[in-house]
Protein backbone atom coordinates (compact mmCIF):
# COMPACT_ATOMS: atom_id res chain seq x y z
CA UNK A 1 0.00 0.00 0.00
CA UNK A 2 2.46 2.31 0.60
CA UNK A 3 4.46 1.61 -2.67
CA UNK A 4 1.25 2.98 -4.21
CA UNK A 5 0.72 5.50 -2.39
CA UNK A 6 4.24 6.63 -3.06
CA UNK A 7 3.40 5.82 -6.78
CA UNK A 8 0.61 7.92 -6.84
CA UNK A 9 2.32 11.16 -5.15
CA UNK A 10 4.89 10.90 -8.02
CA UNK A 11 2.08 10.49 -10.53
CA UNK A 12 0.31 13.63 -9.35
CA UNK A 13 3.73 16.00 -8.63
CA UNK A 14 4.49 14.94 -12.63
CA UNK A 15 1.10 15.58 -13.37
CA UNK A 16 1.51 19.39 -11.71
CA UNK A 17 5.21 19.94 -12.87
CA UNK A 18 4.00 18.97 -16.55
CA UNK A 19 1.49 21.66 -15.77
CA UNK A 20 3.65 24.62 -14.94
CA UNK A 21 5.80 23.66 -18.00
CA UNK A 22 3.04 23.38 -20.70
CA UNK A 23 1.92 26.55 -19.04
CA UNK A 24 4.98 28.38 -19.55
CA UNK A 25 6.70 26.83 -22.35
CA UNK A 26 3.79 25.83 -24.43
CA UNK A 27 3.53 22.38 -25.79
CA UNK A 28 5.92 22.15 -28.67
CA UNK A 29 8.92 23.55 -26.68
CA UNK A 30 8.25 21.52 -23.68
CA UNK A 31 10.00 18.11 -23.74
CA UNK A 32 9.80 14.82 -21.42
CA UNK A 33 13.26 16.20 -19.67
CA UNK A 34 12.60 19.13 -18.94
CA UNK A 35 8.77 17.87 -17.07
CA UNK A 36 10.68 15.25 -15.59
CA UNK A 37 13.36 18.17 -14.12
CA UNK A 38 10.70 20.01 -12.89
CA UNK A 39 9.24 17.14 -11.21
CA UNK A 40 12.33 16.26 -9.93
CA UNK A 41 12.33 12.54 -10.94
CA UNK A 42 14.53 10.57 -13.66
CA UNK A 43 13.28 11.01 -17.16
CA UNK A 44 12.51 7.12 -16.30
CA UNK A 45 10.39 7.37 -13.43
CA UNK A 46 7.97 9.89 -15.79
CA UNK A 47 7.60 7.42 -18.65
CA UNK A 48 6.78 4.52 -16.40
CA UNK A 49 3.58 6.81 -15.49
CA UNK A 50 3.22 8.57 -18.96
CA UNK A 51 4.76 7.13 -21.90
CA UNK A 52 4.62 9.92 -24.57
CA UNK A 53 4.42 13.53 -24.25
CA UNK A 54 0.68 13.52 -25.82
CA UNK A 55 -0.36 11.25 -22.81
CA UNK A 56 0.69 13.79 -20.63
CA UNK A 57 -0.96 16.56 -22.39
CA UNK A 58 -3.88 14.29 -22.30
CA UNK A 59 -3.79 14.08 -18.73
CA UNK A 60 -3.44 17.79 -18.08
CA UNK A 61 -6.02 18.41 -20.04
CA UNK A 62 -8.32 16.33 -18.38
CA UNK A 63 -7.60 17.77 -15.02
CA UNK A 64 -7.86 20.93 -16.60
CA UNK A 65 -11.75 20.39 -17.60
CA UNK A 66 -12.44 18.85 -13.96
CA UNK A 67 -11.14 22.08 -11.84
CA UNK A 68 -12.81 24.13 -14.63
CA UNK A 69 -16.51 22.35 -14.48
CA UNK A 70 -16.50 22.64 -10.66
CA UNK A 71 -15.35 26.48 -10.59
CA UNK A 72 -18.17 26.87 -13.11
CA UNK A 73 -20.96 25.32 -11.44
CA UNK A 74 -19.88 26.82 -8.54
CA UNK A 75 -20.34 30.18 -9.55
CA UNK A 76 -23.85 29.43 -10.84
CA UNK A 77 -24.84 27.60 -7.39
CA UNK A 78 -23.97 30.49 -5.75
CA UNK A 79 -26.83 32.95 -7.31
CA UNK A 80 -29.21 30.24 -7.19
CA UNK A 81 -31.94 31.16 -4.11
CA UNK A 82 -31.16 34.87 -4.26
CA UNK A 83 -33.08 35.55 -8.02
CA UNK A 84 -29.83 35.53 -9.80
CA UNK A 85 -30.58 35.77 -13.44
CA UNK A 86 -29.04 34.32 -16.47
CA UNK A 87 -27.26 37.72 -17.15
CA UNK A 88 -26.24 37.42 -13.23
CA UNK A 89 -24.69 34.09 -13.91
CA UNK A 90 -22.93 34.84 -16.85
CA UNK A 91 -20.88 37.65 -14.90
CA UNK A 92 -20.17 35.91 -11.81
CA UNK A 93 -18.93 32.84 -13.91
CA UNK A 94 -16.28 35.05 -16.31
CA UNK A 95 -15.22 36.53 -12.77
CA UNK A 96 -14.76 32.69 -11.27
CA UNK A 97 -12.86 31.42 -14.30
CA UNK A 98 -10.42 34.67 -14.64
CA UNK A 99 -9.82 33.92 -11.07
CA UNK A 100 -8.79 30.12 -11.68
CA UNK A 101 -6.78 31.39 -14.41
CA UNK A 102 -4.57 34.05 -12.21
CA UNK A 103 -4.15 30.76 -9.62
CA UNK A 104 -4.15 27.62 -11.05
CA UNK A 105 -1.14 26.76 -13.65
CA UNK A 106 -3.35 23.56 -14.73
CA UNK A 107 -6.83 25.79 -15.78
CA UNK A 108 -4.26 27.87 -17.62
CA UNK A 109 -2.01 24.77 -19.06
CA UNK A 110 -5.44 23.39 -20.12
CA UNK A 111 -6.18 26.39 -21.92
CA UNK A 112 -3.00 26.94 -23.97
CA UNK A 113 -2.63 23.16 -24.98
CA UNK A 114 -6.52 23.34 -26.11
CA UNK A 115 -5.31 26.30 -27.88
CA UNK A 116 -1.92 24.57 -29.47
CA UNK A 117 -3.68 21.44 -29.80
CA UNK A 118 -6.47 22.22 -31.43
CA UNK A 119 -6.66 20.15 -34.86
CA UNK A 120 -7.20 17.45 -31.97
CA UNK A 121 -9.81 18.78 -30.68
CA UNK A 122 -13.75 17.38 -31.61
CA UNK A 123 -15.16 20.83 -32.14
CA UNK A 124 -14.67 24.80 -30.64
CA UNK A 125 -16.35 24.47 -27.23
CA UNK A 126 -17.69 20.39 -27.49
CA UNK A 127 -15.07 19.45 -24.60
CA UNK A 128 -14.73 23.00 -22.88
CA UNK A 129 -16.80 23.00 -19.35
CA UNK A 130 -16.24 27.19 -19.32
CA UNK A 131 -17.65 27.39 -23.22
CA UNK A 132 -20.52 24.60 -22.82
CA UNK A 133 -21.33 26.48 -19.80
CA UNK A 134 -21.37 29.79 -21.31
CA UNK A 135 -23.81 29.11 -24.18
CA UNK A 136 -25.95 27.50 -21.76
CA UNK A 137 -26.92 30.71 -20.14
CA UNK A 138 -26.39 32.80 -22.98
CA UNK A 139 -29.49 30.74 -24.38
CA UNK A 140 -31.38 31.36 -20.81
CA UNK A 141 -31.16 34.64 -21.23
CA UNK A 142 -32.47 34.90 -24.37
CA UNK A 143 -35.52 32.11 -22.96
CA UNK A 144 -35.56 35.24 -20.12
CA UNK A 145 -35.92 37.83 -22.53
CA UNK A 146 -33.33 39.95 -20.79
CA UNK A 147 -31.17 40.48 -23.97
CA UNK A 148 -31.62 43.68 -26.24
CA UNK A 149 -34.47 42.71 -29.56
CA UNK A 150 -32.21 41.18 -32.48
CA UNK A 151 -29.10 40.25 -29.97
CA UNK A 152 -28.06 36.74 -30.89
CA UNK A 153 -27.60 34.28 -27.74
CA UNK A 154 -25.11 32.33 -30.00
CA UNK A 155 -23.02 35.59 -30.90
CA UNK A 156 -23.01 36.81 -27.00
CA UNK A 157 -21.58 33.50 -26.24
CA UNK A 158 -19.01 33.97 -28.90
CA UNK A 159 -18.42 37.16 -27.55
CA UNK A 160 -17.81 36.24 -24.30
CA UNK A 161 -16.29 33.40 -25.35
CA UNK A 162 -13.43 35.81 -26.84
CA UNK A 163 -13.69 38.17 -23.96
CA UNK A 164 -12.36 35.15 -21.72
CA UNK A 165 -9.86 33.97 -24.19
CA UNK A 166 -8.37 37.80 -24.47
CA UNK A 167 -8.29 38.17 -21.16
CA UNK A 168 -6.53 34.98 -20.18
CA UNK A 169 -4.10 35.59 -23.13
CA UNK A 170 -2.59 38.92 -21.68
CA UNK A 171 -1.99 37.80 -18.38
CA UNK A 172 0.55 35.81 -20.43
CA UNK A 173 2.55 38.95 -21.56
CA UNK A 174 4.02 41.49 -19.76
CA UNK A 175 2.38 44.17 -17.64
CA UNK A 176 2.09 47.67 -19.27
CA UNK A 177 4.72 50.47 -17.84
CA UNK A 178 3.66 51.78 -14.89
CA UNK A 179 2.86 55.15 -16.43
CA UNK A 180 0.76 53.87 -19.35
CA UNK A 181 -3.09 54.14 -18.82
CA UNK A 182 -6.48 53.72 -20.38
CA UNK A 183 -8.35 56.24 -22.55
CA UNK A 184 -10.84 58.20 -20.39
CA UNK A 185 -13.14 60.66 -21.18
CA UNK A 186 -13.02 64.35 -20.73
CA UNK A 187 -13.31 64.79 -16.58
CA UNK A 188 -12.66 61.54 -15.86
CA UNK A 189 -9.65 60.03 -14.37
CA UNK A 190 -7.70 57.27 -16.32
CA UNK A 191 -6.88 54.05 -14.91
CA UNK A 192 -3.24 52.46 -14.84
CA UNK A 193 -3.66 49.37 -17.85
CA UNK A 194 -1.44 46.74 -15.40
CA UNK A 195 -4.52 46.71 -13.21
CA UNK A 196 -5.49 43.05 -11.96
CA UNK A 197 -7.36 41.04 -14.67
CA UNK A 198 -10.63 40.33 -12.76
CA UNK A 199 -10.55 44.53 -12.52
CA UNK A 200 -10.21 44.52 -16.38
CA UNK A 201 -13.21 42.27 -17.11
CA UNK A 202 -14.97 44.03 -14.97
CA UNK A 203 -14.30 47.40 -17.01
CA UNK A 204 -15.08 45.11 -20.37
CA UNK A 205 -18.53 43.99 -18.09
CA UNK A 206 -19.31 47.72 -17.67
CA UNK A 207 -18.99 48.27 -21.89
CA UNK A 208 -20.68 45.49 -23.21
CA UNK A 209 -23.75 44.79 -20.86
CA UNK A 210 -25.77 47.93 -22.24
CA UNK A 211 -25.38 46.39 -25.36
CA UNK A 212 -26.78 42.99 -24.43
CA UNK A 213 -29.48 43.79 -21.99
CA UNK A 214 -32.79 44.84 -22.69
CA UNK A 215 -34.17 47.78 -21.39
CA UNK A 216 -36.64 46.09 -19.22
CA UNK A 217 -34.07 44.18 -17.31
CA UNK A 218 -31.11 47.12 -16.41
CA UNK A 219 -31.91 46.26 -12.97
CA UNK A 220 -29.92 43.16 -13.73
CA UNK A 221 -26.88 44.99 -14.62
CA UNK A 222 -26.61 46.26 -11.09
CA UNK A 223 -27.34 43.27 -9.68
CA UNK A 224 -24.84 41.38 -11.57
CA UNK A 225 -22.05 43.56 -10.94
CA UNK A 226 -22.45 43.72 -7.08
CA UNK A 227 -23.02 40.20 -7.20
CA UNK A 228 -19.73 39.22 -9.15
CA UNK A 229 -17.99 41.52 -6.74
CA UNK A 230 -19.26 39.54 -3.85
CA UNK A 231 -18.97 36.00 -5.14
CA UNK A 232 -17.79 33.45 -2.43
CA UNK A 233 -14.19 32.09 -3.18
CA UNK A 234 -15.37 28.65 -1.98
CA UNK A 235 -14.55 27.41 -5.97
CA UNK A 236 -10.93 27.10 -5.19
CA UNK A 237 -11.71 24.81 -1.82
CA UNK A 238 -13.56 22.43 -4.47
CA UNK A 239 -11.01 22.60 -7.07
CA UNK A 240 -8.65 21.52 -4.55
CA UNK A 241 -10.87 18.75 -3.15
CA UNK A 242 -11.02 17.61 -6.71
CA UNK A 243 -7.60 17.51 -7.53
CA UNK A 244 -6.67 15.57 -4.53
Known amino acids: MAIQQRAERTRQEILSSAARVFDRE ?30 LATAVRGRARAVTRVTVESACLSMEGVGGTAIDKLVITTHALIRL ?107 ILPGLVHPSAQAARTAAQGAAQAAPKAASQERSATAS
Open 101 to 207: FETDSVARAGERLARELQSTDPGPGQDCPWRREVGRLARFAAAEKALRPGVDATAVAALIGYVITGVELEMRVPSAPADELWPAPAGHNPAPLHDPAEERLRRIWEL
Open 26 to 55: GYERASLARIAGEARVTTGALVFHFATKSD
